[in-house]
């Protein structure tokens, strides 16, 4: 009798409508607010209490993930050495992108695996998380099993992010919002670990779903930069999916990172929660880092937002990776063509002939 009304009532669920920006930021702060007025015994030794209370993870599960996580540190420098840099030789890429190209065609392999399996589970089986972002906190009780396909997207991105961490700072080329990178990393992994421990995994596959689709565009648009310019022949197709990669990424960026994910994932997270655990662990901790990801999104939605007006504006000319975009570069670059120009007119007027950028003495 308790089963059948329990399916009665699940059943008799309605979808919430989506809410707008307004509703999540009055809603949610006023859901907070509430939060924080009733927690007067929050504090150090409440946290700690509820840690060891409600953080289910074992040996085995933190071992799988250093082991993975030295498993993808591994196949990349594998897939480095014996594919991506023989196959930027054989393309004949410019010195530049010989050197960034692994980095990128390594990234694009992973993202379009890990988001195939997000969105394998979103859409093709029976989890109602994107659609319903409220029920991912149904039936949620402490410690409760965590379903075996999911642990399997949580193993594989809590791996990668962790190994992401290394490879941000011995691997990967440095650029200026690196630093940042290695921030998001630690706040990611954060993330996939205390959700999981906590058992918020099903929030936790709907952000790994909004974010990994941006970094497969973003890696896409960049290996055509790259091949744009092989063996000292321009190619048009190249040139052509580069600005549609581009155009792609900024829009999903948006859609999924600025206008799902706060309203789909802070307004489950900040006001379903507590709807449905009133008692929630770790309720301000979990915001806190999700809202620090929001941030983190805005920021380098400045960026996209920059590239954008730079095209526009005519002060870049050519698709490429905002985030390597310096200023300092570009007036370096523009002050050695013009030294350039002013020695090829020396050389003219001194009666020298220059061929191939070499300067001989003109023979009559």
Request: charged share 20%; proline share 3%.
């Amino acid at each position: 009798m308790d089963a059948h009304n329990e399916n009665d009532s699940f059943n008799a669920r309605v979808v919430e409508p989506m809410p707008g920006y307004i509703e999540l930021i009055t809603r949610g702060y006023a859901v907070m607010a509430s939060a924080l007025k009733d927690c007067s015994a929050c504090g150090l030794e409440l946290s700690k209490s509820t840690l060891l209370d409600n953080a289910y993870i074992t040996w085995v599960e933190i071992g799988l993930f250093f082991v993975c996580a030295v498993m993808w540190t591994v196949m990349r420098r594998g897939l480095t050495a014996c594919l991506f840099k023989p196959l930027a030789r054989w393309f004949c890429l410019l010195p530049k992108d010989t050197a960034k190209m692994p980095e990128s065609a390594w990234k694009l392999l992973f993202y379009t695996m890990s988001w195939s399996y997000s969105t394998y589970l979103l859409f093709f089986t029976h989890y109602s998380f994107f659609y319903d972002p409220p029920s991912v906190f149904y039936g949620w009780k402490s410690g409760m099993s965590v379903p075996t396909d999911i642990a399997i997207a949580y193993l594989i991105q809590g791996s990668f992010y962790g190994h992401s961490i290394y490879a941000t700072i011995y691997m990967d080329a440095w650029r200026k919002d690196s630093s940042v990178m290695v921030v998001h990393h630690i706040i990611t992994l954060a993330l996939i670990t205390f959700s999981y421990a906590f058992r918020y995994h099903n929030i936790g596959l709907l952000v790994l779903f909004l974010h990994d689709i941006n970094d497969i565009l973003l890696e896409f648009t960049k290996l055509n930069v790259y091949f744009k310019t092989r063996g000292g022949v321009y190619h048009m197709l190249n040139d052509v999916l580069s600005n549609l990669g581009s155009v792609s990424f900024s829009i999903t960026w948006f859609w999924f990172r600025l206008y799902w994910f706060p309203l789909k994932v802070l307004y489950a997270s900040c006001v379903s929660s507590l709807e449905s655990v009133p008692k929630i662990p770790f309720y301000f901790f979990f915001n806190f880092l999700l809202f620090a990801l929001l941030l983190m999104n805005i920021y380098w939605f400045l960026y996209i937002v920059l590239f954008v007006v730079k095209v526009l504006t005519g002060q870049m000319r050519e698709v490429n990776d905002v985030r390597e975009y310096d200023e300092e570069e570009v007036k370096a670059e523009r002050q050695k063509l013009q030294e350039d120009d002013a020695e090829h007119q020396n050389a003219v007027n001194e009666g020298k002939h220059v061929q191939n950028g070499v300067t001989k003495e003109k023979h009559l």
